[in-house]
């Protein structure tokens, strides 16, 4: 498999947008909220345009010293979106929502990206930003599904140890079904774009269990020191 994948243009890519354009007629139609699906699609086009012009500069610029400066962006940023659904004390839990996705995320890019890629330099940016990004972005879903569940939990009058308990195994629930799925319900997006890249299929399994892995260990981890780092101050609020 040595085809190289095939280079789409602007014409044939407005071909993509026609099953969206149904979609759009149709909430159009039944009178439902077709503003804000235009304005989601719109934006989607807007920003993936834009992060393809940032990431050329940045593999062009080759520099650990700005993949380190959007390490730090990712996890202020996915640290804070994380409380997005914390009604009270967003900001005294930010900092524990920071560490948590700060160590398991750092903890698992580090091995990731050192141990098992061996990446030379370590900020090799075609490999560590996509890396960092799903590797923070899933802490961040998990850290979000963990908060929200435990302070319901608590909110209903739960002690903290069964109330961390059922946070945890919920906010593990996207993971563990993913890992169920992958290779009989879906082939994931990064063993897909290798494959049709003209990777081996064989080299682009073994690529996607190191996903796998490293996000669930990711979302496991950040969830657990959540809700470790953050107990004095949710049962306080309790």
């Known amino acids: 498999m040595e085809e190289s994948l095939q280079n789409i243009s602007l014409a044939h890519l407005a071909l993509a947008f026609v099953p969206v354009a149904m979609v759009i007629t149709i909430l159009v139609r039944w009178s439902l909220d077709a503003g804000h699906a ?7 086009l807007g920003q993936l345009l834009l992060v393809g012009y940032v990431l050329a500069f940045i593999f062009d ?32 839990l930010f900092k524990y929502s920071l560490l948590s996705i700060l160590v398991a995320g750092g903890f698992v890019l ?27 972005a899933n802490a961040m879903n998990s850290v979000s599904l963990v908060a929200e569940r435990v ?13 961390r308990n059922i946070a ?11 890992l169920l799925a992958v290779g009989l319900v879906s082939l994931p997006g990064m063993m897909t774009g290798q494959i049709l890249s003209g990777v081996s299929p064989h080299i682009a399994a073994r690529y996607q269990i190191m996903v796998m892995c490293m996000i669930f260990g990711a979302s496991g981890i950040a969830s657990m020191l959540f809700l470790v780092l953050s107990k004095s101050t949710l049962t306080q609020q309790k």
């Open 38 to 44: 235009l304005y989601a699609v719109a934006r989607m």
């Open 168 to 178: 945890f195994q919920a906010s593990l629930i996207p993971m563990t079904n993913s």
């Open 61 to 92: 610029a080759n520099s650990g010293w700005i993949i380190f400066a959007i390490l730090v962006v990712m996890v202020f940023a996915s640290s804070w979106i994380a409380l997005g659904i914390v009604k009270e004390n967003r900001r005294a």
């Open 110 to 136: 580090a091995v990731i990206s050192q141990g098992v890629v061996q990446l030379d330099p370590w900020y090799l940016p075609r490999y560590m930003i996509p890396l960092a990004g799903m590797i923070f």
């Open 151 to 163: 302070i319901s939990e608590l909110s209903r009058g739960e002690d903290f140890i069964r109330a």
